[in-house]
T-cell receptor
Framework: GENVEQHPSTLSVQEGDSAVIKCTYS??????FPWYKQELGKRPQLIID?????GEKKDQRIAVTLNKTAKHFSLHITETQPEDSAVYFC??????????FGTGTSLTVIP | NAGVMQNPRHLVRRRGQEARLRCSPM?????VYWYRQLPEEGLKFMVY????????ESGMPKERFSAEFPKEGPSILRIQQVVRGDSAAYFC????????????FGPGTRLLVL
């Protein structure tokens, strides 16, 4: 099955700086890569996703890049704000149904 | 348009009791997924269901766990004879179908086994 690794496990940045979270996956057949944000005690919420036929996708301060050759994808958050503090999970899917999640990155934005 | 609903939000059971977790998908969604999240860990896939069918249960423990999604009513995740190690947050997600499927998560049920 698919194996997703996520780094770093914790990340602290100053408000206004950028944050980058990286994930690698093992199965080259994976074709869908969503990112979820989970605030403490709350549900995971989809923030951005990318499909394997696209190399980069951007939505305001959030962008995701995908390198299919290297089998890794990254989340980029620019101009970070305190409300960006949360746990972020990447996931990979090769069937389109079953998601394999990374272990999460706890992001803290320091005001 | 209501999102994915789960109840109860918190459930306390003693060892050996049964736990029933319910999930109502978003309106128009016919696909349901269950995940388990242990403290400070990621989400682990358990089972994927469509109406009246289990499509993929490769993540379900072989014993004590079962899931259903009847024609009418919510999806149910059932844990029999709970043990302390079952304590976790259980999330369900739903999607409308089509591949790949964007999944929308419910608020979760936090199960505590005493």
């Amino acid at each position: 099955g698919e194996n997703v690794e996520q780094h770093p496990s914790t990340l602290s940045v100053q408000e206004g700086d950028s944050a980058v979270i990286k994930c690698t996956y093992s199965d080259s057949a994976s074709n869908y890569f969503p990112w979820y944000k989970q605030e403490l005690g709350k549900r995971p919420q989809l923030i951005i996703d990318i499909r394997s036929n696209v190399g980069e996708k951007k939505d305001q301060r959030i962008a995701v890049t995908l390198n299919k050759t290297a089998k890794h994808f990254s989340l980029h958050i620019t101009e970070t704000q305190p409300e960006d503090s949360a746990v972020y999970f990447c996931a990979a899917s090769l069937t389109g149904n079953q998601f394999y999640f990374g272990t999460g990155t706890s992001l803290t934005v320091i005001p | 348009n209501a999102g994915v609903m789960q109840n109860p939000r918190h459930l306390v059971r003693r060892r050996g009791q049964e736990a029933r977790l319910r999930c109502s998908p978003m309106k128009g969604h016919s696909h349901v997924y269950w995940y388990r999240q242990l403290p400070e860990e990621g989400l682990k896939f358990m089972v994927y269901l469509q109406k009246e069918n289990i499509i993929d249960e490769s993540g379900m423990p072989k014993e004590r766990f079962s899931a259903e999604f009847p024609k009418e009513g919510p999806s149910i995740l059932r844990i029999q004879q709970v043990v302390r190690g079952d304590s976790a947050a259980y999330f369900c997600a739903s999607s409308p179908g089509g591949l790949p499927e964007t999944q929308y998560f419910g608020p979760g049920t936090r199960l505590l086994v005493l």
